[in-house]
């Protein structure tokens, strides 16, 4: 398998017009990442560098081993692929390194706008970049006569005009499984809404207020027009009702509207006309309802200069010009220079453009996160008032930020 | 048995349990009795592709050296224990003060994860336990009356719900009941609404979490009692017979009491199991409607930020609760030993 990686890759190189010797490295390098293809891409271009020995672990499960893999000593892991909201548990950990002086020594070409940088340190390298924005079927908006919503609040219009026209009962989908989905939906209404999560510069939780109980009448009002089983449905799951030719109007992420509109799981005149949208605002604000996202490397902290020097050299070619080729060119919004998008990626772009602020990258908000993915739900299935909704959620936030020494 | 050679004998079992076992509680326990140190935040700029903006991160040299002193971090005692995610002592308190009725009371209880998750988890097992019992000895008596020649396919596909991953046994069922799944569409012609949606009601998901339970739990049931069956003396049997015991009274009267023994053994398995109930609720991603102890510990630890100490208190009542459920059986069990 690693050979056929390697050769694989290497192939990858050369088609790209790279010589292998672009990639000189001595030492070890081990990544951990999620496993998509954009991911596999970035392993298989690092593999590609010779004279080290690279291997990767790639799969869905690596939060929960990329922090226990990198507090050994020496680490196991020497590079964690990362998210803006992931790379924050590595830090709290204190088991990734500042790249300042790597970046001095070997990255002089990588682009400004990729380090990601927190208090004037670079902690990660970002390559590509994720957000929600609108899929909607065109025909079917053509057939009732509305434009495409660049509101929620037309989301609701549109979808009541489709059901009334008998098209589809349930029109609007949305990733609300109960959990890490349903809190992402709750934090792109309630930024959409000008919200702010915490009393600034404290860990302390903000968000029982006007901005959240609007956010989550919103939420509710939206889902009067989902199937009834929301609560079980992850992007995966309401990717598939679109698909199926139910749902004709959903927020969904950049990185899956591939899926959507290519010839496979739908018919023709479903995968032929879902189309690709803008972010959407909320309760006239102008700050779009979405967050912005990034995939990013870093580097591990408790391993060897040597060691360290080469991971840096292998992930920078990894994330280099020289991965971009025919294949790979679909596979994400990539960071890289020489990328050129398709029209699948119109909404990221669109996203970014439209000011949309990124996924907070606090030390507490994964805390926060957990917290508000396990008690919106109540509110949503009618047992429990916004109000009652937003104080559980503020009270287990802070029983857990206690415990981590974030609250005292 | 001479004592050498018996501490020969249990010597690497009790070398492996408490390796396996003792020490890994012991460190639970640790765990749960301590909380992360003070975090020192600072005021950074972040920037990233999107620009820069005022966030915080932690101060990493300020608590260096006192986690070097302290690794296990500060020492909190039951805090951890009596916290709102928890037991939520105050909560509990200041709700009995503010109610009015029994119900009142109950209903804010459940706005409490803990009090949330113990309640489903009881239902749960006290619901399950007797019903695998039960439908594990109707299928252990059928399959025994049945003719030999068909034993053997019979005894296989009676247990085929055990031989099926839990986690796929659970995915299998959750697609059956969907609106458009086999089971959810029966259903709802059933009802004659259709509306109806397994997965959006908590009665209904209730319903599917312990139907779930007793289809993957019976067949252990049953395996235990078909092998108790072919012990019954056939004698007795006979006896019972001639003094004109019909069907019914011969399994009342000597087959039931030749099986009790069994059933304690299976309700003390199936308590166990089934108070640590976990696969069906993330396979039928039922965590909107019902929460475990065993669910509460895995959405701990699955977080962005992993909460080790509150998982470590979870797990420490979840111990203490298996020990308090067993203690009658326990009790019973050395009371019937005791008396021989």
């Known amino acids: 398998m690693f050979l056929k990686h390697v050769a694989l890759a290497s192939g990858l190189a050369l088609t790209a017009g790279t010589a292998l010797a672009d990639c000189q490295i001595s030492g070890r390098v081990s990544i951990v990442g999620n496993e998509f293809p954009a991911i596999h891409t970035v392993a298989n271009g690092a593999a590609a560098c010779t004279g080290g020995d690279v291997k990767s672990n790639l799969t869905a499960d690596h939060q929960k081993i990329n922090v226990a893999g990198m507090q050994g000593n020496p680490a196991e892991y020497t590079s964690a692929i990362i998210a803006n909201s992931s790379v924050v548990a590595l830090m709290n950990e204190d088991v990734v390194r500042p790249l300042d002086d790597l970046v001095a020594q070997y990255g002089q070409d990588i682009p400004k706008k990729q380090l990601i940088t927190i208090g004037g340190k670079v902690m990660a390298v970002a390559f590509m970049a994720n957000a929600q924005t609108l899929a909607y079927r065109k025909d079917v908006l ?3 006569g509305v434009d495409v919503p660049t509101t929620y609040e037309d989301v609701l219009a549109a979808a009541e005009k489709i059901r009334a026209a008998g098209i589809s009962q349930y029109p609007v989908g949305g990733a609300y499984k109960a959990g890490w989905n349903l809190a992402e939906e709750f934090v792109n209404m309630y930024i959409g809404h000008g919200g702010e999560f915490f009393k600034p510069g404290s860990a302390e939780v903000a968000i029982n207020n006007a901005q959240g109980v609007a956010a989550l009448n919103m939420m ?5 027009y989902m199937n009834p089983d929301f609560l079980t449905h992850d992007s995966n799951a309401t990717g598939a009702e679109m698909e199926a030719g139910n749902v004709i109007l959903m927020n969904m992420w950049g990185s899956r509207m591939g899926n959507l509109m290519d010839a496979e799981g739908a018919e023709e005149k479903v995968y032929s006309n879902i189309t690709v949208g803008g972010p959407l605002t909320v309760g006239g604000g102008s700050t779009p309802a979405s967050t912005l996202w990034w995939d990013g490397w870093t580097v591990a902290k408790n391993i060897s200069d040597e060691d360290a020097a080469a991971t840096f050299q292998a992930m920078k070619y990894g994330t280099s010009p020289a991965i971009l080729n025919d294949e790979t060119m679909g596979q994400a919004v990539w960071m890289i220079d020489g990328y050129t998008p398709a029209p699948v990626n119109d909404g990221v772009f669109a996203a970014i453009a ?9 030390p507490y908000m994964g805390l926060l996160h957990t917290a508000v993915g396990d008690n919106l739900s109540d509110f949503l299935l009618g047992k429990e008032s916004a109000e009652q909704a937003l104080a559980d959620a503020e009270a287990a936030y802070s029983a857990a930020a206690k415990e981590k020494g974030f609250l005292q | 048995m001479k004592h050498k050679s018996f501490f020969w004998f249990v010597l690497p079992s009790a070398l492996a349990m408490l390796l396996f076992i003792f020490f890994p509680i012991v460190s639970v326990i640790i765990q749960s009795f301590h ?6 935040i600072r005021n950074v700029e972040t920037c990233d592709l999107f620009g820069c903006k005022q966030s915080t991160t932690i101060d990493q040299e300020a608590t260096a050296a006192l986690r070097k002193a302290k690794p296990l971090g500060q020492f909190a005692g039951f805090e951890t224990y009596l ?8 909560d509990v308190k200041s709700t009995w003060t503010a109610t009015n009725s029994w119900r009142e009371f109950g209903s804010q209880m459940l706005n409490l994860p803990f009090y949330k998750a113990i309640g489903f988890t009881l239902t749960f097992t006290f619901v399950v336990t007797p019903l695998v019992i039960i439908l594990g000895f109707a299928i252990a008596v059928a399959v025994n009356s049945a003719t030999k020649a068909l034993r053997g396919p019979l005894i296989f596909f009676s247990l085929l ?6 986690l796929v046994g659970a995915l299998i069922l959750f697609w059956m009941v969907d609106a458009r799944g086999i089971i959810g569409a029966a259903l709802q012609y059933l009802a004659g609404n259709p509306e109806l949606s397994v997965k959006a009601s908590t009665p209904l998901m209730w319903i599917m979490l312990m139907v779930y ?14 092998a108790g069956l072919q012990t019954v003396s056939q004698d007795t049997l006979e006896a019972a017979r001639v003094d004109g015991a019909n069907r019914w009274l011969q399994i009342r009267h000597v087959v039931i009491p030749h099986l009790l023994p069994l059933t304690t053994f299976i309700a003390l398995m199936q308590l166990m199991d089934n108070f640590r109930v976990f696969e069906p609720i993330v396979s039928f991603s039922a965590n909107a409607h019902a929460t475990s102890l065993s ?5 701990d630890l699955g977080g962005e930020t992993r909460q080790l100490s509150s998982a470590a208190a979870t797990s420490v009542l979840t111990i203490i609760g298996v020990a308090i459920l067993l203690s009658p059986v326990l009790v019973r069990t050395w009371r019937d030993f005791d008396r021989k």
């Open chain 2, 213 to 226: 339970g007793v289809w993957h739990a019976a067949p252990f049931a049953f395996i235990v009692y078909y």
């Open chain 1, 220 to 224: 509710k009002a939206l889902t009067t």
């Open chain 1, 354 to 362: 439209a000011g949309t602020t990124s996924y907070p990258m606090l």
């Open chain 1, 142 to 144: 053509a057939e009732v």
């Open chain 2, 83 to 90: 916290d709102r995610n928890h037991l939520a002592v105050s």
């Open chain 2, 161 to 166: 719900p055990m031989m099926i991953t839990p």
């Open chain 2, 35 to 40: 909380v992360e140190h003070e975090q020192v």
């Open chain 2, 295 to 299: 669910w509460a510990i895995f959405n």
